[in-house]
């Protein structure tokens, strides 16, 4: 079946340096998803990529999608402590159901 | 944005006896739900869609008559852990698409959760 896998697995960085968490799916995906999880509590949407070669912006954040539709990318610049917790990617491959990677843990030292 | 509340937040029970738990979405109808199962410091693996008024579909490895759903309305869907045992202890996420609507293009808006140990 689908697998998506995420690194690195953790990641624990000091306050001011960048971050990127890559996805990569064993399969083509029609849509991913991202999503942040804080510590304790439940996954929050974040973006949603379609296109191939598809980049989005947020803030200090940017998502790309890649040309294969099979890899993804989160990249933080200059994390900040509150940027502490889990980031998943989710993929679909067509229906309306997503399959979570396995997540990179990311920890932010003052 | 979509709100999705569970309860309980949290519960202990005693190896072979049933939990039930609620998944509700207070400002929206949502003909479909969604029941994630989360192990500690681990990803999300989807268990089952929940649909009103019919079936719940399961995922491949999910004992449906262990994991029973019911989603007898259209704000409320219930998953029962039947004869829980140690190895049922986790979290337990329910989620929804915005306006309870289910497409490949929108996000999931998730419950709190619910953290199950069972002793």
């Known amino acids: 079946g689908q697998q998506v896998m995420q690194i690195p697995q953790y990641q624990h960085v000091q306050e001011g340096e960048d971050f990127t968490t890559y996805c990569n799916s064993s399969t083509t995906l029609s849509n991913i998803q991202w999503y942040k999880q804080r510590p304790g509590g439940h996954p929050v949407f974040l973006i949603q990529l379609v296109k191939s070669g598809e980049v989005k912006k947020q803030k200090r954040l940017t998502f790309q999608f890649g040309e294969a539709k099979k890899n993804s990318s989160l990249h933080i610049t200059a994390t900040q402590t509150t940027d502490v917790g889990t980031y998943f990617c989710?993929?679909?491959?067509?229906?309306?159901?997503?399959?979570f990677g396995t997540g990179t843990r990311l920890k932010v030292l003052a | 944005g979509a709100v999705v509340s569970q309860h309980p937040s949290w519960v202990i029970c005693k190896s072979g006896t049933s939990v039930k738990i609620e998944c509700r979405s207070l400002d929206f109808q949502a003909t479909t739900m969604f029941w994630y199962r989360q192990f500690p410091k681990q990803s999300l693996m989807l268990m089952a869609t929940?649909?009103?008024?019919?079936?719940?579909?399961?995922e491949q490895g999910v004992e449906k008559d262990k994991f029973l759903i019911n989603h007898a309305s259209l704000t409320l869907s219930t998953l029962t852990v039947t004869s829980a045992h140690p190895e049922d202890s986790s979290f337990y996420i329910c989620s929804a698409g915005p306006s309870g609507i289910t497409r490949i293009d929108y996000e999931q808006y998730f419950g709190p959760g619910t953290r199950l140990t069972v002793t």
């Open positions: 989710a993929g679909s491959s067509g229906t309306y159901k997503y399959i």
């Open positions: 929940s649909n009103e008024g019919s079936k719940a579909t399961y």
